[in-house]
């Protein structure tokens, strides 16, 4: 008798980790005791980190709330999210000999990255409670820590919910919601660069994570003419799509289905220009550019980014074109990560001939 033997090739274990709750609306501070007790916390202490305007517009508010539902809020005003900074706060948690139940990260970027490097220390989960829309960071598990003279990107958990108020975020300056946009639509080159790595590299790919990414970005570019200032409706459109693209990470279990190339070109930049355009408008010159890579339509991609209102040239950032250059020729030495500019990068000719023809510079 012959015994088949029948093997199965398993493939890694896949850890997936997106957020529980996500709530958008208008004036919807006061369901934050709600969402909480949804998660499982019902009582208990807050860790509240916000920066001075965040909670003056937001915070102050949304711990009147808290409070009143009777839980307890310590709130700490933190500054640039480098390690000494993370220390410090842990520091004062430790001398006050406080526990806390979660963290709430109220503000921009920098406040969300802290309560999520802060949440990863302290092993708890945290809320992210955007004041601003301007990049995915509000819903993905990355965040970005100021080492020395560079950004790094680090793992962390996604935040367990989402809590997003359109009448507070639609108040911020569009100019921070446009970014938000520019951000989402890097998501195009960013799944074209995947597939790439994985065709050509044999890095695994996701369908799932890359069909989130990618529904994200064409939210954004079928409605691009109605995402205009001053309106909730604009805010709650581009709020889903950025979650939705922090979502696709926590599938993916890394950056890559919203960030490729594009974000390279925008990393280098940062660093050789630093403070110069946020970090979404620099994602979508780079997205511009790195479509006309691509093959793909950038004309259509740098028309949108028009419409939103959000840069589509170096010269809209007063970037010098130097810089924009050295960016592109030395973007592929940021990170390990396969993309459309390959391992030994752009030529400085092909740069010039790039930038020059999308309009870039
Ligand atoms: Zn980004």
């Not at 560079?150 to 996604?158: A, C, D, L, N």
Request: proline share 3%; hydrophobic share 45%; charged share 25%.
């Amino acid at each position: 008798m012959i015994i088949l033997r029948e093997v199965l090739v398993m493939k890694p274990t896949k850890w997936m980790d997106f957020p529980r709750r996500i709530l958008v609306g208008s004036n919807i501070l006061h369901e934050a005791p709600l969402l909480l007790q949804d998660i499982g916390i019902s009582e208990g202490a807050i860790l509240m980190i916000t920066g001075k305007k965040s909670y003056d517009i937001c915070g102050s508010l949304l711990k009147d709330i808290l409070e009143d539902s009777g839980y307890l809020v310590d709130v700490v005003h933190t500054k640039d999210v480098t390690k000494k900074e993370v220390t410090n706060v842990l520091s004062g948690i430790k001398e006050k000999g406080n526990n806390y139940d979660i963290i709430m990260g109220v503000g921009g970027g920098s406040k969300i990255d802290m309560a999520k490097l802060l949440a990863k220390e302290l092993s708890i989960d945290y809320v992210s409670v955007p004041t601003i829309a301007s990049h995915d960071g509000i819903a993905s598990p990355r965040a970005s820590l100021k080492e020395r003279y560079e950004q790094v990107s680090i793992q962390v958990k996604s935040p367990i919910a989402i809590l997003a108020d359109t009448a507070v975020i639609s108040k911020a300056d569009y100019r921070y919601t446009a970014s938000g946009v520019a951000d989402v639509i890097g998501n195009i080159t960013a799944v074209r660069d995947w597939i790439l790595a994985h065709k050509l590299k044999g890095e695994p790919f996701s369908e799932s994570a890359a069909a989130l990414s990618l529904t994200a970005a064409r939210i954004i570019l079928k409605n691009a003419e109605s995402i205009k200032p001053n309106l909730e409706e604009s805010t709650r459109l581009v709020v889903k799509a950025l979650a939705m693209s922090g979502v696709s990470m926590g599938v993916a279990g890394s950056s890559r289905p919203a960030s490729g190339s594009e974000h390279l070109f925008a990393h280098a930049l940062t660093r050789i220009a630093p403070g110069k355009g946020l970090h979404g408008e620099l994602v979508g010159l780079g997205t511009i550019m790195m479509a006309y890579l691509h093959g793909i339509n950038w004309k259509k991609i740098k028309k949108t980014l028009e419409i939103i209102g959000a840069p589509t040239s170096a010269y809209d950032l007063d970037l010098d074109p130097n810089d924009v250059i050295l960016a592109l020729t030395t973007a592929h030495r940021i990170r390990r990560r396969y993309t459309i500019l390959g391992e030994t990068g752009l030529s400085e000719e092909a740069a010039k001939t790039l930038a020059k023809r999308t309009g870039v510079l």
